[in-house]
């Protein structure tokens, strides 16, 4: 079968999933198998509940001083509890965007909504968002609705379920490191209480990549990988890529974001995404697969990619899955959607289980 019949073939069956979005089309693969040929679905920002109508509303009356980027429609999905994906929608990746909260109480307060009905300016006194860690929320102030409040309550819920199901594939956690907010963007805001974001600083990462260890029994740590080669592109070269058998129960953590480059480097618990020619470096992001299967396909030899399947809700109310074709054919294996279910509001638009690893 030649490419574009390929391409069409897989078009149209697509386009059957869609159209019967409960068919389960697994991916059934020998254990024999190597870490780069499998491909799983993630969602993205898996902590995130949607906005209230109220503050969307609120914000909406903004969107006309707002770019195409920052438009608030964007902010308007969200998803289940992470034991939820996993069970019920085989999900295997998350992406959890991370604040830095030191001192404690940064978030505790939401200024913003003594402007907007029903809406609470302060969480409950006893919140763990009083107390210092890292913090799991999309957008302080504005997009803060959260199924879990801290870090380490993710990780929590993510390694006990490791534990309970010890045949499952290889899930892949994306860490964000949040380094700016509203009120780094726009100054004005701080009058109205709005906080500066804090900056990761070597200290307070020690103590994140400390905590992936502590929270995730079954983590596959970046610093098994490596084994005893120089560099992780050395072993890929060299011993090949780790086994499916090997892989199953475990889970791996991926770092990316603001300070990044002051994560530790030896002996870490966590890969850190990197550039392709990173001799270290195992996680490439690519968010869009349009155009870039080519680059993706190659890359993929020698990397693990993460790519997007729809993004800011724009595919969703388009029912356009371009992207997702795109996707499938790259061979990039961590595909990421805000839609492994469909939602009513917006439409239709869902990511069929066809192709992935269970």
Same mark, same amino acid.
């Given at each position: ?5 390929? %391409? ?11 159209? $019967? ?19 799983v ?9 949607k ?5 969307y509303? $609120?914000?909406?009356?903004?969107? +006309?001083?707002?770019? #195409?980027d920052?438009?608030?429609?964007? =902010? ?6 992470? *034991? ?12 959890l ?6 001192? %404690? ?7 913003l909504?003594?402007?907007?009905? +029903?809406q +609470?300016?302060?969480? &409950?006194?006893?919140?763990l968002? *009083?107390?210092? %860690? ?7 102030d ?10 380490? @309550?993710a990780?929590?819920?993510?390694g ?19 380094? &700016? ?15 500066k974001a804090?900056? $990761? ?5 020690h ?12 983590l596959?740590?970046?610093?098994d990988?490596? @084994? ?6 050395e072993r ?14 475990k ?6 974001g603001?300070?990044?480059? =002051? ?8 890969f850190k ?9 195992v ?6 697969? =349009?155009?870039? #299967? ?6 993929? @030899? ?12 724009? #595919? ?22 805000d ?13 069929p ?6």
């Amino acid at each position: 079968m030649n490419g574009s019949m390929a %391409g069409c073939f897989l078009s149209k069956l697509i386009l059957f999933l869609v159209l $019967f979005p409960q068919t389960d089309l697994a991916q059934t693969l020998e254990d024999s198998i190597p870490m780069n040929q499998i491909r799983v679905l993630a969602s993205h920002n898996s902590y995130k509940v949607k906005p209230s109508k109220n503050t969307y509303s $609120f914000v909406n009356r903004f969107s +006309k001083f707002l770019s #195409e980027d920052n438009q608030p429609y964007q =902010l308007n999905y969200g998803h289940l509890p992470i *034991r939820e994906q996993f069970e019920n929608f085989n999900i295997r990746g998350l992406e959890l965007d991370v604040y830095n909260d030191p001192k %404690g109480g940064l978030y505790y307060k939401h200024p913003l909504n003594l402007f907007i009905k +029903k809406q +609470k300016v302060k969480q &409950s006194s006893d919140s763990l968002l *009083r107390k210092p %860690g890292f913090k799991l929320l999309h957008i302080p102030d504005i997009d803060y609705e959260t199924h879990y409040q801290t870090l380490e @309550m993710a990780l929590e819920e993510i390694g006990q379920w490791s534990l309970q199901n010890p045949s499952h594939a290889p899930i892949f956690v994306n860490i964000e490191l949040k380094g &700016s907010s509203l009120a780094d963007e726009a100054p004005i805001l701080r009058i109205f209480g709005c906080k500066k974001a804090i900056p $990761f600083d070597k200290k307070a990462l020690h103590q994140m990549d400390s905590l992936f260890g502590s929270m995730i029994p079954t983590l596959f740590k970046a610093s098994d990988f490596r @084994m005893d080669y120089l560099s992780n592109q050395e072993r890929i070269s060299k011993a090949g890529w780790p086994q499916l058998y090997a892989l199953r129960g475990k889970v791996f953590v991926i770092v990316q974001g603001n300070g990044l480059s =002051l994560y530790p480097s030896e002996k870490t618990n966590a890969f850190k995404y990197s550039d392709p020619t990173d001799e270290n470096g195992v996680f490439v992001l690519v968010d869009n697969p =349009l155009g870039n #299967e080519k680059q993706i396909f190659e890359l993929s @030899m020698n990397h693990m990619i993460r790519t997007r399947t729809d993004a800011g809700t724009i #595919e969703a109310r388009k029912n356009d899955y371009h992207r997702l074709l795109s996707a499938m054919k790259s061979g990039a294996q961590i595909l990421s959607t805000d839609y492994y279910q469909q939602d009513p509001e917006i439409g239709k638009f869902c990511i069929p289980f066809f192709g992935f690893i269970k």
